[in-house]
């Protein structure tokens, strides 16, 4: 199959094969590779009435040798355990998700987009409440299913930086559930991300409901900033430590390349809004975005703080060490990759 990978976006593209498991009485099925790519499923679903979902994203990049290269994917599988724990739904085990991903992979070599090209293969492993059901309470049976999706690069020819906007909602509640991938937690903020684009910038900026002076994240990004070292000391890479923010694995892993590999001081601590103008670069980080730069940032009274390099080199460097890593060109120190033979492999 040739692909224009490059112009794929972050699209829907269905492929062959999908895993799907079931539970039910008390267990998970083992676990089968399913055709259909539609769901039928009872209309007195807990997960279409009352959210009782959740979901995991990441990627799968070919490495040089053909081989699709999954990053950090057992931390995927311990966060979906915790959010469904967090949901009362059975947490898959650890094993049957990463067998369910790299299923999903080996069953569609022709989806991997090829070495170098800048595109990945997208795994969305999803979670949900299935069941007759009426009356609040958790559903007599689940799904888990995995499907995967071909996703172009998020920048085409360079990082381009993006205009965040301090939002007047809150993501979550203080104390509720902002640290799990519940579905819940992302419908109310598709009116707050149009509002930030009604206002000529890309994307939400959440402060912490509790206090709304410290920065929280974007949509589905976490966020950090460089502060620069004074007298010959190393730059300091900051981000939000906060109980609202889903704790990236791409932020958690920034963290340690700009220890190990930059050597700058890394603090994951809350971040006042007042320390925007201190500053130096400011970017988002998931497996989405990567690593994002971020140029400007709208406050609430309409002023705005713009960042004095739009698109950092600490950004730019990371970005290059973390995609050098999960796409198999530079040396794994942190054993984070996980390689899954294909078919396309040699
Ligand atoms: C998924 C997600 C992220 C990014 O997490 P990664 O593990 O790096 O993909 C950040 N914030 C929110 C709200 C998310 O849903």
């Known amino acids: 199959m040739s692909r224009d990978w490059v112009n794929l976006g972050v699209n829907y593209h269905a492929t062959p ?13 083992e676990g089968e590779l399913v ?9 007195g679903s807990t997960a279409i009435h009352y959210g009782q979902q959740c979901f995991e994203g990441l990627k799968a990049h070919a490495g040089p040798g053909g081989q699709a290269l999954l990053f950090r994917a057992d931390q995927n599988a311990a966060r979906m355990a915790r959010t469904a724990e967090r949901l009362l739904i059975p947490p898959p ?4 998700f990463l067998r369910g991903v790299e299923a999903t992979i080996r069953a569609n070599p022709e989806a991997l987009p090829p070495h170098g090209c800048g595109a990945s293969l997208y795994l969305r492993p999803l979670l949900i409440g299935v069941g007759d059901n009426l009356g609040l309470r958790t559903a007599p049976r689940f799904v888990f299913r995995v499907f995967c999706s071909p996703v172009g690069p998020y920048f085409k020819g360079g990082l381009q930086p993006i ?9 979550v509640a203080a104390r509720g559930t902002g640290s799990f991938k519940a579905g819940g937690n992302y419908a109310g903020g598709l009116f707050a991300s149009r509002q930030a684009k009604s206002l000529g910038c890309d994307e939400a900026l959440y402060l912490d409901p509790q206090t709304r002076s410290f920065l ?3 949509g589905s990004a976490n966020v950090f900033g460089i502060l620069p070292g004074e007298g010959g000391a190393p730059d300091t890479l900051v981000t939000p430590a906060s109980d609202s923010i889903l704790p990236s ?6 963290c340690t390349l700009a220890k190990d590999e930059l050597g ?5 601590r809350p971040v006042p809004v007042s320390e925007l103008p201190k500053l130096r ?4 980080a998931g497996t989405a975005a990567v690593v994002t730069p971020v140029s400007a940032v709208r406050l609430e009274d309409g002023s705005e703080i713009t960042l004095p390099q739009p698109v950092g080199e600490v950004t730019k460097r990371l970005f290059e060490t973390l995609t050098a890593v999960q796409t198999g060109v530079a040396e794994d120190r942190w054993s984070w990759r996980r390689v899954v033979a294909t078919k396309a492999a040699v």
């Open 216 to 218: 929280d994240e974007a």
């Open 93 to 96: 085990p650890v094993e049957l």
């Open 249 to 254: 694995i791409t932020m958690d892993a920034l």
């Open 264 to 268: 700058l001081v890394v603090e994951r």
């Open 35 to 43: 055709a259909e790519a539609t769901i039928t499923l009872s209309e």
């Open 163 to 171: 205009r965040l906007a301090i939002s007047p909602f809150d993501r």
């Open 17 to 29: 094969w999908r895993f799907q498991a079931i539970w039910e009485d008390g267990a998970w099925s």
């Open 281 to 284: 670069e400011l970017a988002c």
